[in-house]
């Protein structure tokens, strides 16, 4: 039986395992900020935490995804393109996951590519990461001030991916 990458519900509850991980790792977080593609990983996340802390998500401008079925108010067809495309940018988010995010995802915000490779860039330089463009975009949110967190607000960020080579030293 085939897997659908992100909407199935077995798909759905192995990416919320995450959101277990997380929250025994980190439990007094506030927020988490998640890359955002066909909504599988964020869905799975927000499932676990059903409105206990903010999910947010995060999302290119050029895939704006899960923004777009938001305004909506159902999964729609949207653009597809950008830096993050190969992980990030299906034609529509998935109508499993779409009632879960509308139900328990906080806010989505959108980042510039550019500030994607940023981040992909100074998790490199500094931790010694490497994450693939869709992986990177949920800390782009920070570094870019698309995500401003409150005074004393506890922020995780998820990264993900090995969709890369990385030669950030020049």
Do not use: C
């Not at 519900?9 to 277990?20: C, R």
């Not at 409105?51 to 923004?67: D, Q």
């Not at 989505?108 to 940023?118: C, F, M, Q, T, Y």
Request: no cysteine; aromatic share 6%; charged share 15%.
């Amino acid at each position: 039986m085939p897997i659908h990458a992100y909407d199935q519900d077995a798909t759905i509850l192995g990416q919320g395992t995450i959101g277990t991980e997380l929250d025994h790792q980190a439990p007094h977080i506030d927020t988490v900020l998640v890359s955002v593609g066909g909504g599988g990983l964020i869905a799975g996340i927000a499932a676990w935490y059903t409105s206990r802390i903010k999910v947010v998500g995060v999302e290119p401008f050029a895939s704006p995804t899960l923004t777009r079925a938001l305004q909506a108010g159902h999964p729609v067809d949207a653009e597809a393109g950008g830096l993050a495309a190969d992980s990030l940018a299906p034609r529509r988010v998935g109508e499993r996951v779409f009632p879960i995010t509308r139900n328990h995802v906080h806010s989505v915000v959108l980042v510039e590519d550019d500030a994607i490779i940023k981040a992909q860039k100074a998790l490199w330089q500094v931790l010694r990461v490497v994450a693939e463009p869709g992986g990177a975009a949920a800390f782009s949110a920070l570094l870019s001030g698309a995500y401003t967190p409150q005074l004393g607000e506890r922020v995780g960020v998820i990264i993900s991916g090995g969709n890369t080579v990385a030669n950030f030293e020049q």
